[in-house]
């Protein structure tokens, strides 16, 4: 089993920054890959980013791309997810998800993701 805990949401204006920080806990020496998906009322849960926690690679939604930057730091096994230049509509719950193996379909798609955090809330006021 893995714990994951997501932290750093709030309120910002539009253009501004945020840094998410996701801990995650338990056996994640079988963790594969890291994401961040995202949810707005009323909306589906949305994929935003993943990356590979062996080789860093990374891939985002074209809705982020540009803007946001994931990374991984073993040491304290933390994926981050660092948003600039955001906007109005990347108001959201954001969770983070982790994969314990080599995805069987597309990295996008929440289905693929093993465990989840409990999110935290990002608005970005205009």
């Known amino acids: 089993q893995v714990q994951l805990v997501e932290s750093g949401g709030g309120l910002v204006q539009a253009g501004g920054s945020l840094r998410l920080s996701c801990l995650a806990t338990?056996?994640?020496?079988?963790?594969?890959?890291m994401a961040w998906f995202r949810q707005a009322p009323g909306k589906e849960r949305e994929f935003v980013s993943v990356?590979?926690?062996?080789?860093?690679?990374?891939y985002y939604s074209n809705s982020v791309k540009g803007r946001f930057t994931t990374s991984y730091d073993h040491a304290k096994n933390l994926a981050i997810l660092q948003m600039d230049a955001l906007k109005p509509e990347d108001t959201a719950i954001y969770y983070c998800?982790?994969?314990?193996?080599?995805?069987?379909?597309?990295?996008?798609?929440?289905?693929?993701?093993?465990?989840w955090g409990p999110g935290t809330q990002v608005t970005v006021s205009s």
């Open positions: 338990g056996r994640t020496s079988s963790t594969y890959a």
């Open positions: 998800a982790s994969k314990n193996s080599v995805p069987s379909g597309p990295v996008a798609v929440a289905g693929q993701y093993d465990f």
């Open positions: 990356i590979s926690v062996s080789d860093g690679s990374t």
